[in-house]
C-alpha cells in the first residue's frame, strides 16, 4: 500500500505542486493540507481521493509557488506608516530613540502584511484538478508495481513451505518406528502387572490419534492452494490473505508440537521463518 505521486502544473502567476503520499494502515487513514485558495474544493478532493485510494495513511498536499512580480502578499503600507507614527511619538513623549531595528519590527507587527487571495476561476480550477487526478495515477502506478512485486515473493514463499511439507514425508516412516519402539519398552515394563486391557487400547488409540499429522500436513497444503487462487482471484484480497496466513500458521504450530522428531521440528521452524516473512508483506496487500 506505500505509493508517491508528484505532479505541477503550471499557471500564468504561479505554480501549483501536489503530493500525495501513502503508507501501510488496515484502514483509510487520510489527512490533507489543502492552501486556503482551494479550501471550499476540499470535499470534492476529499470525495475524489477517497473513490480511488481504499486503504492506506494518506497525506495529501497542494503546495503553491508564485512567480513574477504580482504576488497576494503585499505590505500593508497604511498600517506600517500608522505603526510607525505611533512608535516616534511614543519615543518623543517618553524621551527615548526609535529603535535602530524599527523596520523589522514595523513588519512584526499586525496586519502589516496582507494577503490578497484571488478566487480561481474554473480554468484553473480545472488544470489543479487535473493534476490533483495524474498524482493518484502516479501513486496507483507504484502500488501496482509494488504489488507486482510481492506476488512474485509470495509465490516462492509458498512453494518454499510446500517443498518442506514435502520433506516432512522422508521422516515419517522413522518416526513411527520411533514412537512405535517407545511405546514397545514402555509396555514391557508393564507387562509382568495386572492392567485394564479395555482402557489400555483406549489409552493407545488417544495416543496414536494425537500423534497422527495427516489431518494437519492436508489442511496446510489446502491453504498454501487457496493462498495463491485468492491472490490470483482478484482485486482487494488483502485482508483475506491476511486470514489465511493465520490459518496456515496454525497448522505449521500443531505439526511441530505432534512431531516428535527433531528433523521434522527443524523443518517446522524454516516453515516459520518463510511464512513470517509472508505476514510482513501481507500488510502491504490491498
Not at 500593508?76 to 524621551?95: H, S
Request: negative net charge; glycine residues 4%.
Amino acid at each position: 500500500m506505500t505509493g508517491f505521486g508528484k505532479v505541477t502544473a503550471e499557471l500564468p502567476s504561479k505554480k501549483v505542486t501536489v503530493e500525495i503520499k501513502a503508507l501501510n494502515s488496515k484502514q483509510l487513514d487520510l489527512s490533507t493540507r489543502i492552501p486556503s485558495l482551494y479550501k471550499d474544493r476540499e470535499m470534492e478532493l476529499r470525495s475524489l481521493l477517497l473513490q480511488s485510494l481504499e486503504r492506506g495513511k494518506v497525506e495529501f498536499n497542494i503546495f503553491i509557488e508564485y512567480i513574477g512580480k504580482d504576488t497576494p502578499t503585499q505590505i500593508n503600507f497604511a498600517a506600517v506608516e500608522n505603526y510607525y507614527n505611533q512608535i516616534k511619538a511614543i519615543a518623543w513623549k517618553l524621551g527615548i530613540d526609535v529603535p535602530t531595528d524599527w523596520f523589522q519590527t514595523l513588519l512584526r507587527m499586525p496586519d502589516a502584511i496582507k494577503s490578497e487571495n484571488v478566487e480561481p476561476d474554473e480554468s484553473e480550477w480545472e488544470v489543479v484538478s487535473t493534476a490533483v487526478k495524474e498524482a493518484i495515477e502516479h501513486l496507483c502506478d507504484f502500488r501496482i508495481q509494488e504489488g507486482a512485486m510481492l506476488q512474485k515473493l509470495f509465490e516462492q514463499k509458498i512453494a518454499n513451505i510446500a517443498a518442506l511439507l514435502k520433506e516432512v514425508e522422508k521422516y515419517e516412516g522413522e518416526r513411527i518406528e520411533k514412537i512405535k519402539a517407545r511405546i514397545t519398552d514402555n509396555l514391557q515394563k508393564v507387562a509382568d502387572k495386572d492392567y485394564d486391557k479395555n482402557r489400555f487400547e483406549q489409552e493407545m488409540i488417544y495416543y496414536i490419534e494425537k500423534l497422527d499429522i495427516n489431518e494437519e500436513k492436508n489442511r496446510l497444503d489446502n491453504h498454501l492452494k487457496y493462498f495463491i487462487s485468492t491472490m490470483e482471484s482478484g482485486h482487494g484480497q488483502g485482508k483475506k490473505l491476511g486470514f489465511i496466513a493465520q490459518e496456515m500458521g496454525r497448522e505449521i504450530n500443531t505439526l511441530g508440537s505432534k512431531s516428535n522428531h527433531a528433523e521434522m521440528q527443524k523443518i517446522v521452524v524454516q516453515m516459520k521463518d518463510e511464512l513470517e516473512q509472508i505476514k510482513e508483506q501481507v500488510l502491504n496487500v490491498l
